[in-house]
């Protein structure tokens, strides 16, 4: 799903819905989508 992960920026998923990554680990990625916090 992911492409690289750059923190603080902004991307458009699959949906077409923009969202903001927080922070990313090896294997959980913290993003913004929708004014939620997400973890994927």
Do not use: E, Q
Not at 11 to 38: A, E, F, M
Request: glycine letters at 4%; a positive charge.
């Amino acid at each position: 799903m992911f492409r690289i992960i750059f923190p603080n920026t902004w991307y458009v998923d699959h949906h077409g819905t923009p969202c903001k990554i927080l922070r990313s680990t090896h294997n959980k990625v913290h993003y913004i989508r929708k004014g939620r916090t997400c973890i994927a």
